[in-house]
């Protein structure tokens, strides 16, 4: 158990549908990111947030968002969705100084099936 | 751009043998690297990570990695497999010096032990 949790395990949605996921980071981690995982891309880095501010973005769509909250959490809301963004989505944290020497640690992840 | 190549995306080997995982890289800085591993229907979780100092870098579960800079390699090995290290493993980079950590993943190789 990483320490990192992520709701909900599974989505099934359809398309043209907005979903939004949820991920609360490893207690006393300040950085958080969100990875998509699919069969034809791989694991790609969508976006990072460090303390509530984005720090770096990366293949993310216009039609995905994020933030974190005070309390840390954290949301990705996926809009508009195809039936391509089917994937596994990751959340990972990591230690205060949010460097790129630190240990990413990932939960679960959820599951979103579009039909 | 970083970027990381992972010869092989399934490699088998029976029970005992050992284990080689290749994984080459490309970063116009100074690389951080990771191993992580996934096992089904879970998250990434990380075996070892080379940042500075010494290249032979042990990990958990008997595994370790060599950082070769004039190959441009970061190579996973471990004496003797066993049934348990059947997962996916993924090989990562992290630009150093960046001042934020987002890992760009190759695309995995799945380790099939056989007994």
């Known amino acids: 158990d990483s320490g990192v949790t992520q709701t909900p395990k599974h989505l099934i949605t359809a398309t043209g549908q907005r979903v939004t996921l949820r991920c609360s980071p490893r207690s006393g981690d300040l950085s958080v990111y969100w990875y998509q995982q699919s069969l034809d891309q791989g694991l790609q880095f969508l976006i990072q947030y460090y303390n509530g501010e984005e720090r770096a973005k990366g293949n993310i769509l216009e039609r995905f968002s994020a933030q974190q909250f005070p309390d840390l959490h954290s949301e990705l809301n996926l809009s508009s969705l195809e039936l391509g963004d089917s994937a596994l989505y990751f959340c990972a944290s990591s230690a205060p100084s949010g460097a790129s020497t630190d240990t990413q640690y990932f939960g679960p992840g959820t599951r979103l099936t579009v039909l | 751009a970083q970027s990381v190549t992972q010869l092989g995306s399934h490699v088998s080997v029976s029970e005992g043998a050992l284990v080689l995982l290749r994984c080459n890289y490309s970063s116009s800085v100074p690389p951080y690297l990771f191993w992580y591993v996934q096992y089904p229907n879970q998250g990434l979780q990380l075996l070892l990570k080379y940042t500075t100092g010494a290249t032979l870098v042990k990990g958990i579960n008997g595994f370790e990695a060599e950082f070769k800079k004039s190959e441009t390699s970061f190579h996973l090995t471990k004496p003797s497999a066993h049934m348990s290290d059947a997962a996916e493993y993924f090989c990562?980079?992290?630009?150093?010096?960046?001042?934020?950590?987002?890992?760009?993943f190759g695309k995995g190789t799945m380790l099939l032990v056989s007994p």
């Open positions: 990562a980079v992290s630009e150093g010096n960046s001042g934020y950590s987002t890992l760009t």
